[in-house]
């Protein structure tokens, strides 16, 4: 027999079920035919076209111990199931995440206890998931030295609110599964959970970042001591050189004949190239390395650098104009450096019967400065762009006097003190060189 629904016909009741739930509750109602109860979910199609989900609940009644009729109790559970599959999706999300991570991905609760262990973390630290969840962060990956100190944390921050690290980015020791320690990068953040406090630590493996860094510090440390004996062992003899080519010169100019007048002038004129570029590298040398900061007032320093570059300036009338320019947290004689290279390069590269003019303009960006230098020089023909800041670049072979090593040392300092320097240039109007500085606290 066809079965019948709360007091209508039963294709019509199911024509109402959605076409791919349909065949389910069919044969859901046919089954209940025999046992004599039924209960299921299923999407039904509202005339206006809606979705919806409903729970039904039916039981049969007989009549001579065959079926007569089911009455059906509907509920629509669409606002369940909506949020139902709203947290599935959330769950799958997280759950790709975790697992997509290449930084092990820890969550604990308020004891302390793992919640969490993701792929990487197990790839980082050496446990399974199985063996790290449930147990103690402290125990598990803090060093037994540290232990104290991260107990005594979380038990100031539950007590109070108080936490030192929280929400911040720090280097730290962490233990691998077999006792050894090593460097991690770690930023915790409490989870915005009712209740009870739950925490996320993001850690990140830096071992071969640090090896790096020291290579690098060791590489920067033996440029330095390098350059300082190169620069001492040839100007020592260069200075021998000068000294009694300049004799010669003074004692015979003139009693020898024009060719080894000129062969004297040329030997003067190499050994002072020689020492320009013995200087140029120290200069190069010495801007890689770590120098004491302080903060300096740049529209100070640049009244300096204005005053030692006094003879140029007033040779080619140059105007050096500039704002109120801020306080920097550096090196003086770094920035003295930097600014004097700048601005003499703007001078010596100046354009024929053209005066020098150099605007320095100074901007606030994101807790760093935006220092912007302007000239009406020659420009950098933009095929030269990308190479004006290498190491021994000239642009102008002989025609002008210089070592290829002014820009290189700018870009060493700015780069030290974690900015970037760059160019915007016209061929024929000009150049602009902007570099980020730190703010002074």
């Not at 989900?53 to 009729?69: I, S």
């Not at 510090?217 to 020592?236: C, M, Y």
């Not at 003067?268 to 140029?280: H, N, V």
Request: aromatic letters at 6%.
């Amino acid at each position: 027999m066809e079965p019948r629904t709360g007091g209508e016909d039963y294709p019509q009741w199911l024509v109402g079920v959605h076409p791919e739930d349909r065949e389910r509750v069919d044969e859901a109602t046919r089954s209940a035919l025999k046992t004599g109860e039924m209960e299921s979910e299923f999407r039904a199609v509202w005339p206006d076209g809606q979705v919806h989900w409903l729970h039904a609940r039916g039981k049969v009644y007989y009549e001579h111990e065959k079926p007569h009729r089911m009455v059906r109790i509907v509920r629509d559970i669409t606002a369940q199931k909506v949020a139902e599959q709203a947290l599935a999706d959330s769950e799958a999300r997280k759950s790709a995440i975790l697992h997509a991570s290449l930084d092990a991905v820890l969550v604990m609760d308020s004891e302390g206890l793992l919640q969490e262990f993701n792929p990487a973390a197990e790839q980082i630290f050496g446990y399974e998931h199985h063996q790290a969840i449930g147990q103690s962060l402290g125990d598990l990956i803090v060093p037994p030295r540290l232990r104290e100190a991260h107990k005594r944390g979380l038990q100031r921050y539950l007590a109070s609110g108080e936490a030192k690290f929280l929400g911040q980015r720090i280097e730290i020791q962490a233990m691998h599964v077999d006792g050894t320690e090593f460097p991690v990068e770690l930023a915790i953040l409490r989870v915005p959970v009712q209740g009870a406090p739950i925490f996320a630590g993001y850690v990140r493996d830096i071992t071969e970042r640090k090896h790096s860094e020291d290579a690098l510090r060791r590489s920067n440390e033996e440029l330095g001591e390098f350059a300082h004996v190169v620069s001492h062992d040839l100007q020592t003899p260069l200075r021998t050189v000068r000294s009694y080519t300049q004799l010669l010169a003074k004692q015979y100019q003139g009693r020898l004949d024009a060719e080894a007048d000129e062969f004297i002038s040329h030997v003067l004129s190499g050994t002072r190239l020689m020492q320009t570029l013995i200087k140029g590298l120290l200069q190069y040398a010495i801007a890689g390395e770590d120098a004491p900061r302080e903060p300096v007032h740049l529209s100070e320093l640049v009244r300096n650098v204005v005053g030692a570059l006094a003879a140029p300036i007033e040779e080619t009338g140059a105007r050096i104009l500039y704002d109120d320019l801020p306080t920097v947290s550096a090196n003086p004689l770094q920035m003295q450096q930097l600014f004097q290279n700048l601005i003499g390069n703007a001078i010596k590269y100046r354009r024929p019967q053209v005066v020098p003019e150099i605007r320095i303009h100074s901007e606030f960006r994101r807790n760093r400065w935006l220092l912007s230098l302007a000239d009406n020089a020659e420009g950098i023909p933009a095929q030269h762009r990308e190479r004006v800041f290498a190491p021994l670049s000239r642009l102008h072979g002989q025609d002008v006097p210089g070592t290829g090593l002014g820009l290189a040392v700018c870009k060493k300092i700015v780069e030290r003190l974690g900015g970037r320097i760059w160019v915007e240039s016209e061929y024929g109007r000009g150049s602009t060189f902007h570099f980020s500085l730190p703010a002074a606290s």
